[in-house]
T-cell receptor, first 114, second 114 residues
Framework: NAGVTQTPKFQVLKTGQSMTLQCAQD?????MYWYRQDPGMGLRLIYY???????DKGEVPNGYNVSRLNKREFSLRLESAAPSQTSVYFC?????????????FGPGTRLTVL | AQSVTQLDSQVPVFEEAPVELRCNYS??????LFWYVQYPNQGLQLLLK??????LVESINGFEAEFNKSQTSFHLRKPSVHISDTAEYFC????????????FGKGTKLTVNP
């Protein structure tokens, strides 16, 4: 049981390049999320997916697109990277049960855009 | 809509001293409350959570938090900190029904000095 996995761990891009961050979870969770973390800003939600086939914008969606490929996988795409997108990106998944909501995080992707 | 305010961005303390990290929230509906911890260069881990029942919740490593509905607060405390508690701590809130999304505060960096 690997939990939430993310690839790559590190990435350096030049302005204007594109890339896709991959995320997968093996806990059979319906909901998945992409956050970015910047110093002094906490975690800000980029996009989320409440279930397979649905996606919704979060707080900071501009410049990003997402795909919920299946129940396990939720990818984040930067079509034309900008220096303002330099950040640490976290994927998460969640489940609601008798013990309330539990959200599980991946290890993060550190992205630098030059 | 919900929001979380962490009143201190940085808290330096000496080893074995007590510490309190403050968190206030705003919500028009009943909520669940969480504290997450992020050690340097790692992802987020759940430290403790309040769902219902007793307003005082404890973690396995000596932290505790008290839910105060009238003051809309969920402050995190530890009576005696260790060097290993140096980390960033995030308070988060989710609604008890509907979406499983979390709203995070901006974080408090706790630095424990020898």
């Amino acid at each position: 049981n690997a939990g939430v996995t993310q690839t790559p761990k590190f990435q350096v891009l030049k302005t204007g390049q594109s890339m896709t961050l991959q995320c997968a979870q093996d806990m059979n969770h319906n909901s998945m999320y992409w956050y970015r973390q910047d110093p002094g800003m906490g975690l800000r939600l980029i996009y989320y997916s409440a279930s397979e086939g649905t996606t919704d914008k979060g707080e900071v969606p501009n410049g990003y697109n997402v795909s919920r490929l299946n129940k396990r996988e939720f990818s984040l795409r930067l079509e034309s990277a900008a220096p303002s997108q330099t950040s640490v990106y976290f994927c998460a998944s969640s489940v609601r049960g008798l013990a309330g909501v539990k959200q599980f995080f991946g290890p993060g992707t550190r992205l630098t855009v030059l | 809509a919900q929001s979380v305010t962490q009143l201190d961005s940085q808290v330096p303390v000496f080893e074995e001293a007590p510490v309190e990290l403050r968190c206030n929230y705003s919500s028009s509906v009943s909520v669940y409350l969480f504290w997450y911890v992020q050690y340097p260069n790692q992802g987020l881990q759940l430290l403790l959570k309040y769902l219902s029942g007793s307003t005082l919740v404890e973690s396995i490593n000596g932290f505790e938090a008290e839910f105060n509905k009238s003051q809309t607060s969920f402050h995190l405390r530890k009576p005696s900190v260790h060097i290993s508690d140096t980390a960033e701590y995030f308070c988060a809130v989710s609604s008890q029904g509907g979406s499983e999304k979390l709203v995070f505060g901006k974080g408090t960096k706790l630095t424990v000095n020898p």
